[in-house]
């Protein structure tokens, strides 16, 4: 069922495009984590933000 609701789909676009991501587990981490809550590596990355059908 689609969002039709602007302001609850800005907050779903926000919570599925801005955090980062552990490059030894995998965990999803908060935009302002400083390292993963998961396994505590300081290796994270931005998640890629490209909306749209994958290549």
Known sequence: ??????IK???A???RLF???CLKCGGK???RAEKC???GSK???L???QVGPKK
């Open 47 to 49: 998640k890629n933000r």
């Open 19 to 21: 955090f980062k991501i």
């Open 9 to 11: 789909k800005q907050i």
């Open 37 to 39: 809550r998961k396994c």
């Open 29 to 31: 981490n908060s935009i």
């Open 13 to 15: 676009q926000q919570r």
């Open 1 to 6: 069922m689609p969002i039709t609701d602007p």
């Open 43 to 45: 290796d994270l990355r």
